[in-house]
């Protein structure tokens, strides 16, 4: 007989399976390229957590998609207003992703570690929001905690090109072409309770900013003047001094 833990672990591979077909064809009603790296990082068995860049809405799917040639469903920390709508909440819930109480993120930590020492991949976005910079963010370090608590490698993971198709702050663009996304996973980082979390939230930062960098140095179409791109590279996206510079600017308001 099924322990209740696997009855629901059953029931959500029930939901999860027929969205993955809805993600799919939506992703070839786009004409999406795909071009995934490192797949071969995302153990078939056992615990891991995806440390996930964020330049736009449609990360956490196209970070699950890379995950499927390993036969692997991610679940997902995701903010709580996610599972509040009326439709994506019930959604979520029956993947069994993981809502996060910004304001209480006590019972989303604790879940994330079940979920890790069940034996799954959990996702999360160490930055906590969308980078409007298409640049890292300053990162968070719950993923780190989770890291050496569970005992589960960290996956380093880079999503770039989503931010063309739906990003915060500029009109979604879901017409259909032939937009390049690039999905690189980087060698599992073991975090061990002895370490530093700084240093190995530095860590995990550093071979973020690598993976991000090739991926953008080898993404097919150019940065220049675009406006998803970074300043950096030529693009017309706000630099992060100037991001911030707004950020205060609304707080004092």
Not at 224 to 238: C, E, H, S, V
């Amino acid at each position: 007989m099924l322990s209740l833990r696997e009855a629901a672990l059953s029931m959500a591979e029930l939901v999860y399976a027929p969205v993955i077909g809805i993600v799919k064809s939506f992703w070839k009603f786009l004409g999406l390229q795909f071009t995934i790296h490192g797949e071969a990082n995302i153990p078939r068995t056992g615990p891991a957590i995806m440390a996930i860049n964020h330049v736009g809405y449609l990360d956490f799917a196209i970070a699950g998609t890379a995950a499927l040639p390993s036969q692997r469903y991610v679940r997902f920390m995701a903010k709580r207003e996610i599972f509040d709508h009326p439709v994506a909440g019930p959604l979520m819930r029956g993947m069994r992703h993981i809502s996060v109480d910004r304001s209480n993120g006590a019972p989303s930590f604790s879940a994330a570690l079940k979920a890790l020492k069940s034996g799954e991949i959990v996702g999360v976005f160490p930055e906590a929001t969308i980078s409007k910079s298409f640049e890292l963010k300053e990162m968070k370090s719950g993923v780190i905690r989770l890291a050496a608590e569970s005992g589960a490698p960290i996956l380093p993971t880079i999503v770039w090109g989503s931010q063309r198709i739906w990003t915060k702050g500029l009109p979604r663009n879901i017409s259909r072409g032939r937009t390049p996304i690039t999905v690189k996973v980087g060698e599992p980082l073991l975090v061990t309770p002895e370490q530093a979390i700084d240093h190995s939230l530095s860590e995990l930062r550093s071979r973020m900013e690598k993976l991000l960098a090739v991926a953008q140095s080898d993404y097919p179409d150019s940065p220049i003047g675009q406006r998803w791109a970074p300043a950096r590279l030529g693009g017309t996206a706000p630099t992060p001094e100037v991001v911030d510079l707004e950020r205060q600017k609304r707080k004092e308001i």
